[in-house]
């Protein structure tokens, strides 16, 4: 088991920025990827960023791409989301998540793809 821990949420004026953090505790050897999700009132979860574990390749949905950057930390077994210039548009609950090496099926941006799941950090962005 893994157990994943967000933080670094809040609220914040359009254009300003926010750094998401989370913790994985457990089972870490086995991970393959984290990632970040994000669910609005009223609408799906969606991908939002995603990082292979090894060798730090990462993946950006194409509404965040060049505002926000994931990152890693081997060795304290977190992963980092940096999101600047964010639009009220933006306004959702982050959800943390990883996958391990025998679970991953392919493709970073699918939900269904990770086993491990945080309890989310709200982050609201206000006009």
């Known amino acids: 088991q893994v157990q994943l821990v967000e933080s670094g949420g809040g609220l914040v004026q359009a254009g300003g920025s926010l750094r998401l953090s989370c913790a994985a505790t457990?089972?870490?050897?086995?991970?393959?990827?984290m990632g970040w999700f994000r669910q609005a009132p009223g609408k799906e979860r969606e991908f939002v960023a995603a990082?292979?574990?090894?060798?730090?390749?990462?993946y950006y949905a194409d509404s965040v791409k060049g505002r926000f950057t994931i990152s890693r930390d081997n060795a304290k077994n977190e992963v980092y989301m940096q999101t600047n210039s964010l639009k009220p548009e933006d306004t959702a609950v982050y959800y943390c998540?990883?996958?391990?090496?025998?679970?991953?099926?392919?493709?970073?941006?699918?939900?269904?793809?990770?086993?491990?799941w945080g309890q989310g950090t709200q982050v609201t962005v206000s006009s």
């Open positions: 457990g089972r870490t050897f086995t991970t393959y990827a």
């Open positions: 998540a990883a996958t391990s090496t025998s679970y991953f099926r392919g493709s970073y941006s699918l939900s269904s793809a990770y086993n491990y």
């Open positions: 990082i292979n574990w090894r060798v730090g390749n990462t």
